[in-house]
């Protein structure tokens, strides 16, 4: 064959080269390069919605640690005011307290006195002001023990630091009518609140 023949053929081998070429990507790779892009926004928007569902999933979440943190405020708040007189209780932590003391007690009396809103009893709420506080219903103890000095002591500390409320309103304290002992007797009158629906 002659150099001519041979150019020929290579230029026309080389043309059908491209042109199959040509075929090929319009045929075959076109689309599937478009199928790779469908599928690609596909995998965005689904990891777009898998972040969207998690950062739901972390505001239920806390919400509901909310939502139990406010349970366990209202629980607390129950028991340092409850939402009735809760009678029992109350001597019941009193008469706890006494115990642990080793104080002998002699008498627990109780009665229940009037209603103690925000406004104190000599002053009028000004007309434009709104109580959003419930009023505290008032609950008086009294309570007569003998002890010693020191478990007296204790007995008053535990007092201000009990989980209820206990304000003691008057205290009084006289020797023992044994001569010779570190024995007191005390007649204590203690006020405790509740909320009032």
């Known amino acids: 064959m002659k150099q001519t023949t041979k150019r020929l053929m290579s230029m026309i081998v080389s043309l059908l080269l491209m042109g199959g070429a040509a075929i090929l990507f319009f045929n075959f790779i076109q689309p599937a390069y478009a199928d790779v892009q469908a599928l690609k926004s596909e995998v965005l928007v689904r990891e777009e919605f898998v972040r969207n569902e998690q950062d739901a999933v972390k505001k239920v979440q806390q919400l509901i640690s909310a939502y139990n943190n406010q349970a366990e405020r209202r629980e607390f708040i129950s028991l340092v005011l409850p939402l009735t007189a809760d009678v029992s209780g109350a001597l019941t932590q009193l008469a706890g307290l006494v115990q642990n003391d080793t104080l002998g007690a002699q008498a627990f009396t109780v009665s229940e006195e009037g209603d103690s809103s ?32 020191e478990n007296v ?45």
Not at 119 to 148: E, I, M, N
């Open 118 to 149: 925000g406004w104190s009893a000599g002053a009028a709420a000004p007309k434009d002001a709104v109580d959003l506080t419930r009023p505290l219903g008032t609950l008086s103890l009294q309570v007569a023990f003998t002890g010693s000095y």
């Open 153 to 197: 002591k204790n007995f008053l500390e535990k007092l201000e630091t009990n989980i209820r409320v206990f304000d003691a309103i008057s205290f009084g304290i006289a020797p023992s009518a044994k001569p010779n002992q570190d024995l007191y007797k005390v007649d204590l009158r203690i006020a405790t609140y509740y909320q009032k629906n």
